[in-house]
């Protein structure tokens, strides 16, 4: 399993980012991804979530800001973040599990600026 995160950038506070995930080793169109991020000092934490239905959940901190979808035809699951703010610099990791194993990405750097 290999997953490979992209879109990380440096960003005025307000703006926009659309970061991707690419995945391959995995039956995709069945599998629930998620995403994550880790500040500084901070321990990882969910940022949210998207099921192989669509369904999707997310952090209490990035409702309404955040969007995540995917698309089964290219194996890619995407987090669209508006309205960002300085609290979302991050490294952020794409995340799935197969048979009880986790895989993860190596993660892109977001940094907005105040």
């Known amino acids: 399993v290999q997953l490979v995160e992209s879109g990380g950038d440096l960003v005025q506070a307000g703006g926009s980012l659309r970061l991707s995930c690419k995945a391959s080793?995995?039956?995709?169109?069945?599998?629930?991804m998620d995403w994550y991020r880790q500040a500084p000092g901070n321990q990882r934490e969910l940022v949210g979530s998207?099921?192989?239905?669509?369904?999707?959940d997310y952090a209490d901190s990035v409702k309404g800001r955040f969007t995540i979808s995917r698309d089964n035809r290219v194996r890619m699951v995407h987090l669209q973040m508006n309205s960002l703010k300085p609290e979302d610099t991050a490294v952020y990791f794409c995340?799935?599990?197969?048979?009880?194993?986790?895989?993860w990405g190596r993660g892109t750097q977001v940094t907005v600026s105040s």
């Open positions: 998207i099921t192989s239905g669509g369904s999707t």
């Open positions: 995340r799935t599990t197969r048979a009880g194993v986790v895989f």
């Open positions: 080793g995995i039956n995709f169109s069945i599998t629930t």
